[in-house]
């Protein structure tokens, strides 16, 4: 649905601690397939250790 927007809202994502960084990288490069332009993490310490 937001792909299909002229004026795209931004997406954030917000993984927990125990979501895996594949998991969260093959949702947003779904979404890029699908054509969301404006995506990103939020919360994602747990992938900075």
């Known amino acids: 649905e937001v792909a299909t927007q002229a004026d795209q809202p931004e ?3 917000r993984p927990n601690a125990v979501v895996p960084y594949k998991s969260v990288a093959a949702v947003m490069a779904s979404a890029q ?3 969301v332009t404006k995506i990103g993490m939020v919360g994602n310490e747990q ?3």
């Open 33 to 35: 397939r699908l054509g």
């Open 47 to 49: 992938f900075m250790k």
């Open 11 to 13: 997406v954030h994502l």
